[in-house]
């Protein structure tokens, strides 16, 4: 039977390092999924991920979409105003591909250092992606371009068909679009985001250096009893939606493994609290206030804290092609207990493990001697 919280592995790893915990310390992570949003509510959150990580991909599905050079600088700048003047934060900036869009325009971005990506989103997949590809052959033109720059492509893997059981379109997307996308495209740099299947992680494994794949704090953290535990649960609702405990036991083997294929990327994805408490339930969770203490309470339960750093420092800039970061940071063996909620102007966020009491306490670094 499913653990509600798919935390079987917890209590053994948490109890036998209790008396021994040391404060670990490794390279300043990046996150390499992240959503900002826009306006008061980037304000709001955008503090937040600058503290703990020094870069983030951040994804362009906002209204309108991010899809020329132009709107990517003005929302580069909106982030960095956003920030507070300390703040030692890059964000680096994705297009959202559609049906039309200009080929020429995501191949100049990328040559100018704007563009770091580009994001697929199939259309209606998830939150504003109503201009997503509705098919990828609509696309191919921009792909080779991509392919022969050495430019990622972000892709949020499900299928839409409301035929398909929304467990399995993560699985159906793999069989029906990514393997012929990779006969097509053999070396294009690929990121299969936020997977969340055993399906996903023996694919990104079986395929070439070429293709790697992001995990998020909570598809490690909770099954997908978490949502309907004693009713249902709007803050444990995400797209793609979580699976059953074998798939997240399969996550968990991958991201705990060493491989570089496999790095973090929370998927952090405010929605205000009264908008998650609605019939819209708006898939996404808020995880960057304790996103580092999330995966460091994983990777202990998994006894695996010494793969830490590889997974959150090393192998998300040896894919893209950056350098590592100089400056550390250390997560004390400390107890934090997160609110049940964080006030912004508008009313309220409610963050991943709110209520909770987690094992470890991020701390800021400082630069590397």
Not at 46 to 61: D, L
Not at 67 to 86: H, M
Not at 330 to 356: M, N, Q, W
């Amino acid at each position: 039977m499913e653990n509600p919280m798919g935390q079987q592995n917890g209590d053994e790893a948490v109890s036998s390092n209790r008396a021994g915990r040391s404060p670990l310390t490794l390279r300043r992570p990046d996150d390499w999924h992240t959503h900002l949003r826009s306006g008061d509510m980037l304000k709001a959150v955008a503090p937040y991920t600058a503290r703990q990580f020094a870069r983030a991909i951040v994804m362009p599905n906002l209204v309108p979409p991010v899809t020329t050079i132009a709107a990517a600088e003005e929302y580069r700048l909106q982030i960095l105003k956003a920030l507070p003047p300390d703040a030692d934060f890059t964000p680096l900036m994705t297009c959202y591909l559609t049906d039309s869009i200009v080929a020429e325009e995501v191949e100049k971005g990328h040559q100018e250092g704007v563009f770091t990506a580009a994001k697929l989103y199939p259309q209606n997949a998830t939150t504003n992606s109503s201009h997503g590809v509705t098919d990828i052959r609509h696309i191919y033109p921009v792909l080779e371009r991509m392919q022969r720059a050495g430019m990622p492509l972000l892709i949020h893997g499900e299928v839409t068909d409301h035929d398909v059981d929304i467990f399995d379109r993560e699985a159906v997307f793999i069989e029906r679009i990514l393997v012929g996308l990779l006969k097509d495209f053999p070396g294009l740099k690929l990121v299969f985001e936020h997977i969340t299947t055993a399906e996903a992680a023996a694919f990104v494994v079986e395929s070439g250096p070429n293709v790697a794949g992001t995990i998020t704090p909570h598809h490690l953290t909770f099954n997908r009893n978490a949502i309907f535990k004693g009713g249902i649960r709007p803050h444990f609702y995400c797209l793609p939606v979580a699976k059953r405990e074998k798939h997240r036991l399969a996550l968990r083997k991958a991201a705990t493994s060493g491989s570089a294929k496999f790095f973090l990327g929370t998927d952090t994805a405010p929605h205000e609290a009264r908008d998650k408490e609605t019939a819209c339930g708006c898939a996404g969770l808020f995880n960057a206030p304790y996103a580092m203490e999330s995966y460091a309470t994983v990777f202990e339960e998994e006894g695996a804290l010494d793969q830490l750093e590889m997974f959150a420092s090393v192998a998300g800039p040896n894919f893209y092609g950056l350098p590592l970061n100089e400056e550390r940071i250390t997560l004390e063996p400390v107890e934090t207990v997160v609110p049940d909620h964080i006030a912004i102007p508008s009313g309220k966020l409610v963050s991943f493990h709110a209520g909770e009491t987690l094992k470890w306490r991020f701390k800021a670094g400082s630069n590397a001697a």
